[in-house]
């Protein structure tokens, strides 16, 4: 079978079709331990050192629900706009999981613990930003399955391998997995909705600081249901279901491959078949997966080892009332306090530098020089490293510090890149690397004063020049005095020295 498609040019699909997408999101918690179990959820460890008999699946033993975990559901639904369940079942779904021994999931069939909700988001457009409400289905708790690495083959695929290990580590996990109700009326922007809605979804689980949500990592996955009607007045169509797509940019692209693959398909009166598809991140293409079940083919009941979650009114109102200020309206705050536009807000929205610009202007930075610091110089050596601007070994109240230096004309921008270099390097604080490194700027008069005449002596023509009006010869002379200082001169000091020694008015 090929594997490529014919693709239908996207403006071409949507004069002819309406898309309706789905989004399920699954979320990783932090949580210590895992859902039924106290197996430790550390990644990386040695494979099958995190498991025991209920995590396992073996006969006889007795999961117990982490209360840590339906906490974390609970928040996730209300952030969400939920309702909360007042009484709700786990279900087993079964299956044949290699990866998961009991070969059933412990997860949530018709009772989820949180339902009806919404999320909304701002998706940008040609026309520009369109605010757009997703109405969520439901979130509901459930568990991880364990992994399968599939050995000797080219891909790391099944398919040509010659023998598979599996690693129950991550069986257990626990997982929420967020549905949204069909999503209507994106049109043309349906890639764009669908990316908009995976990035607020992720940001705001972020904000409730109960799971890592990496994409790259697995701790969010998203699968993209999307089917085509011929107007939105029809019925929906046959939908496809794009399995774990990793990146917000994949999501946007997966979106799109389906819309231009099925069009093709169903113009040529063809049928739409109800599967899953595997989104291939190094060439853009889906290719089929298995024909999706129907529900009933899980063959779905209430666990029967596990009481039903009952959470009561009071503790859900202490949730909601502990939730942290929702991240869309708190960036809307901080861009209105911080006076920058849309597009440098995004910047440091994009440099996942929100938080740490918010804490250097707390520690009394101003907030130029705390977006340029953490956007330029040390975005530049996070990169360089391979590290994220949090893991760096400097903190908001070190560049506070160095602002306040600078602004005091006690370092300047290129003295400060290596005082922070020594932070960096773990010379100490501030003040020590400064005093360790000698970098403090020339500030005395005497010295830049001997430097400067110095220089007029080596360029006797740049004091003609000077005088004659030429002001811009004078850096000839700044550039002098800042070499013969190794750098440790306030330019625009030695500057206005050098007017006031020839005596001319800037
Ligand atoms: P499954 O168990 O098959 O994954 P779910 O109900 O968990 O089904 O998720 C299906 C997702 O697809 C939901 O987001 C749902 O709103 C959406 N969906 C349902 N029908 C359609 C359709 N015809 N076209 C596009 N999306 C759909
Ligand atoms: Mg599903
Ligand atoms: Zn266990």
């Known amino acids: 079978m090929s594997k490529t498609a014919l693709l239908m040019d996207f403006d071409q699909a949507l004069e002819r079709f309406d898309p ?44 117990v629900v982490n209360e840590k975990g339906v906490e974390a559901a609970i928040r996730i639904g209300l952030a969400l706009n939920c309702e909360i369940a007042e009484w709700c079942r786990f279900s087993r779904k079964n299956y044949f999981y290699p990866d998961m021994p009991k070969n059933f999931q412990t997860s949530q069939y018709d009772e989820p613990i949180a339902f009806n909700g919404y999320l909304d988001v701002a998706v940008p457009t040609d026309e520009g930003v369109m605010p757009f409400r997703v109405l969520i289905e439901r979130a509901h708790m459930e568990e991880d399955t364990g992994k399968a690495l599939h050995q000797g083959g080219a891909t790391g695929r099944i398919h040509g391998a010659d023998y598979s290990l599996l690693d129950y580590n991550r069986a257990g996990i626990p997982l929420i997995e967020i549905v949204t109700k069909p999503i209507v009326g994106a049109g043309r922007y349906a890639p764009e909705v669908a990316k908009a809605y995976v990035a607020a979804l992720r940001e705001l689980v972020k904000s409730l600081d109960v799971s890592d949500v990496r994409m790259d990592q697995g701790s969010l996955r998203c699968d993209v249901n999307l ?76 666990e029967p080892d596990l009481v039903p979650i009952a959470p009561s009114r009071e503790w859900v109102e202490q949730l909601r009332a502990s939730l942290p200020e929702n991240p869309a309206l708190r960036r809307a705050r901080l861009q209105a306090e911080w006076g920058i536009t849309d597009h440098d807000m995004a910047s440091v929205v994009n440099a996942e530098a929100l938080d740490l610009v918010e804490a250097t202007i707390a520690a009394g930075a101003d907030q130029a020089a705390a977006r340029k610091w953490w956007l330029g110089e040390l975005s530049r050596i996070a990169n360089e490293r391979g590290l994220g601007l949090e893991e760096l070994a400097i903190t908001p109240a070190h560049l506070a510090r160095i602002e306040a230096l600078i602004a005091d004309g006690a370092l300047n921008d290129k003295l ?50 000077i005088a004659a009006g030429k002001l811009a010869a004078a850096g000839a002379v700044v550039g002098a005095v800042m070499k013969a200082t190794r750098g440790q001169a306030d330019a625009a000091k030695v500057r206005r020295l050098l007017f006031e020694r020839l005596g001319v008015s800037e």
């Open 416 to 465: 400060a890149r290596s005082v922070i270099e020594g932070v960096l390097a773990g010379e100490g604080e501030v003040d020590a690397v400064i005093a360790g490194r000698g970098l403090a700027l020339v500030s005395d008069d005497g010295p830049l004063l001997a430097a400067i005449d110095a220089a007029l002596q080596a360029q006797p023509d740049v004091a003609e020049k």
């Open 227 to 302: 089917s085509l009607r011929p107007t939105p007045q029809d019925r929906f169509g046959t939908r496809t279901e794009t399995k774990n797509v990793n990146s917000l940019r994949s999501v946007e692209r997966a979106v799109r491959y389906e819309v231009q693959r099925q069009a093709v398909i169903l113009t040529d009166g063809g049928k739409i078949i109800q599967e899953t598809r595997h989104w291939h991140e190094d060439t853009g293409l889906t290719t089929a997966g298995r024909v999706k079940e129907e529900a009933e083919d899980y063959r779905y009941f209430p």
């Open 20 to 63: 309706v997408l789905g989004l399920e999101v699954h979320v990783e918690l932090s949580t210590n331990t895992k859902m039924f179990c106290s197996c430790s959820t550390t990644f990386g460890g040695e494979p099958n050192t995190q498991v025991c008999p209920v995590c396992l699946g073996l006969p006889g033993a007795l999961p």
